[in-house]
Structures are given as structure tokens and as C-alpha cells.
């Protein structure tokens, strides 16, 4: 499967942000999706994962409340809404694809990436 990010941008603080992630190549439905970021000179961090069906989500703890995670599967896309944004959500961010059904924040048990969209927050 092939991911394509966008949606990244430069955005003052409390400012929103909505990132979208177009799947193709394969059965979009049968992989579980994550976002990551990274901050220069930081590892690659989890920040969101939704499951195949868009049943469960689950967040990091400092995104949690602000950021939310949705899918449609018709349109093999998976979007990531960025709300209340800080200047340390500033990082690069990658939509990333996972076979196994079973929970993961490591960046490792994701099969396929996305190229990353920057997201800019200015205080």
C-alpha cells in the first residue's frame, strides 16, 4: 500500500489543523492506521492509531482531548484533526500502516509510511 500525507501547515497556537492521509495499492479496509511525529533531533513519537473497521481509537496522552482520529474507508483515506495546537506538536507527521490487528505504538511494527507533512505551530 501506498500513503500519501497532506494537510500540513504554519499555525498559531489554540489553531486547528486537519491532516489526511490517501491510501492505494491495496485493501485499504484491512490495515489498522497510525500517526506519528517527530520533532527535530526527538525519535519518531505515536500519536493516534484507528482500527481497521474505525471502531476503536486510541491517543498518546498529550494529544489526547485535543486530536482525534476517523477514517473513511470508501475513500481509503485516514484524517487526523488537530485542535487546541501547542508549540510542541510542532514536528513532522507520518500516517503509517499496520497488518496485524494487534495494538502497537512502536514505529516498527508499522508496515508502510507516508512521505510526512510538517506541521508548524508558532506561539
Known amino acids: 500500500v501506498q500513503l500519501q500525507a497532506s494537510g500540513g501547515g504554519l499555525v498559531q497556537a489554540e489553531g486547528s489543523l486537519r491532516l489526511s492521509c490517501a491510501a492505494s495499492g491495496r485493501t485499504f479496509s484491512s490495515y489498522d492506521m497510525g500517526w506519528f511525529r517527530q520533532a527535530p533531533g526527538k525519535e519518531r513519537e505515536f500519536v493516534s492509531r484507528?482500527?481497521?473497521?474505525?471502531?476503536?481509537?486510541y491517543y498518546a496522552g498529550s494529544v489526547k482531548g485535543r486530536f482525534s482520529i476517523f477514517r473513511d474507508n470508501a475513500k481509503n483515506t485516514v484524517y487526523l484533526q488537530m485542535n487546541s495546537l501547542k508549540p510542541e506538536d510542532t514536528a513532522v507527521y507520518y500516517c503509517a500502516a499496520d497488518w496485524s490487528i494487534r495494538y502497537s505504538e512502536s514505529p516498527n511494527e508499522y508496515e508502510y509510511w507516508g512521505q510526512g507533512t510538517q506541521v508548524t505551530v508558532s506561539s
Open positions: 484507528i482500527s481497521r473497521s474505525g471502531g476503536s481509537t
